[in-house]
Nanobody, 119 residues
Framework: QVQLVESGGGLVQPGGSLRVSCAAS????????MGWYRQAPGKERELVAA???????NYADSVKGRFTISRDNAKNTVYLQMNSLKPEDTAVYYC?????????????WGQGTQVTVSS
């Protein structure tokens, strides 16, 4: 089995910064792309940022220049550094990973971590 566990969410004031992490565990052979999604109340889940195993990244237009995605392949962990946060960034943030793990290979989701941007 494979599990993704997120951490680092919380409450931050507008203009502040926050870093969320997502660690994958289990019988993992390798991980291809990893990404962060978010879902605000009443809205559909949307892609925030993604990163390939080689380090290529892409971002939603709404977060370009403010958010940075990175990963540590040795730790099977992906990070999202969020700067200049805005109230509209408030959402539950989910990580996703395309995992190679033998019979358990597939796309996995974390449980989500709440990020609230408010004064």
């Amino acid at each position: 089995q494979v599990q993704l566990v997120e951490s680092g969410g919380g409450l931050v004031q507008p203009g502040g910064s926050l870093r969320v992490s997502c660690a994958a565990s289990g019988s993992i052979l390798s991980i291809n792309a990893m990404g962060w999604y978010r879902q605000a109340p009443g809205k559909e889940r949307e892609l925030v940022a993604a990163i390939t195993s080689g380090g290529s990244t892409n971002y939603a237009d709404s977060v370009k220049g403010r958010f940075t995605i990175s990963r540590d392949n040795a730790k099977n962990t992906v990070y999202l550094q969020m700067n200049s946060l805005k109230p509209e960034d408030t959402a539950v943030y989910y990580c996703n990973a395309d995992v190679l793990a033998g019979w358990a290979s597939g796309h996995y989701w974390g449980q989500g971590t709440q990020v609230t941007v408010s004064s």
